[in-house]
Antibody
Framework: QVQLQESGPGLVKPSETLSLTCTVS??????????WSWVRQPPGKGLEYIGY???????KYNPSLKSRVTQLVDTSKNQFSLKLNSVTAADTAVYYC??????????????WGQGTLVTVSS | QSVLTQPPSVSAAPGQKVTISCSGS????????VSWYQQLPGTAPRLLIY???KRPSGIPDRFSGSKSGTSATLGITGLQTGDEADYYC???????????FGGGTKLTVL
């Protein structure tokens, strides 16, 4: 059973860059069936897809966040990461990393990290 | 405003059945598989249904999914107080080239 764990600062200043890392255990970020994603949830609100990365480095970002998002994968550390620049208070949310498992053309978010709250405030 | 539309809340008594709808368009639900997620209070989402109507191992058969055209439905029978949670639908959107989630539905078991 794959497990994911987010890590990174819980407080980021406005206009700065939010940086998070997701460490994968019980599986490999190099698996051809898996896409590694970030999803966020502002307090009291719903889920918002941020983007995913494949082990080859291919990415697909939410168009609404694309200009500010960078996702990277580090196969040697079995980790993937998220950078969101020029943050504002609207970026305050619980950030989840999740695996998108695909087989036979069918994909779903089948494993999730516990989530980490990131607050944007001076 | 979410691309996929869900009712904000539903409620039913213990032991009863409830359905949660998820409405989209031809660019998302109409041409892609739908998955459903359960988020218990204070926890991460959990996969409940994938490929429109399939349950991962460990998910009881009280939970079911269906899809027709550009809408999908989650059904829960034999409601228990432990089913109180937020439920989200999700699918790929071909126009956006991105995953999209419904706005979420809060289930209350009265």
């Amino acid at each position: 059973q794959v497990q994911l764990q987010e890590s990174g600062p819980g407080l980021v200043k406005p206009s700065e860059t939010l940086s998070l890392t997701c460490t994968v255990s019980g599986g490999s970020v190099s698996s051809g069936n898996d896409y590694w994603s970030w999803v966020r949830q502002p307090p009291g609100k719903g889920l918002e897809y941020i983007g995913y990365i494949y082990y080859s480095g291919t990415t697909k970002y939410n168009p609404s966040l694309k200009s500010r998002v960078t996702q990277l994968v580090d196969t040697s550390k079995n980790q993937f990461s998220l950078k969101l620049n020029s943050v504002t208070a609207a970026d305050t949310a619980v950030y989840y990393c999740a695996r998108i498992y695909c087989t036979g053309g069918v994909c779903s978010f089948d494993s999730w990290g516990q989530g980490t709250l990131v607050t944007v405030s001076s | 405003q979410s691309v996929l539309t869900q009712p904000p809340s539903v409620s039913a008594a213990p032991g009863q059945k409830v359905t949660i709808s998820c409405s989209g368009s031809s660019s998302n639900i109409g041409n892609n598989y739908v998955s459903w997620y359960q988020q218990l209070p204070g926890t991460a989402p959990r996969l409940l249904i994938y490929e429109n109507n399939k349950r991962p191992s460990g998910i009881p058969d009280r939970f079911s999914g269906s899809k027709s055209g550009t809408s999908a439905t989650l059904g829960i029978t034999g409601l228990q107080t432990g089913d109180e949670a937020d439920y989200y639908c999700a699918t790929w959107d071909n126009n956006l080239s991105a995953w999209v989630f419904g706005g979420g539905t809060k289930l209350t078991v009265l």
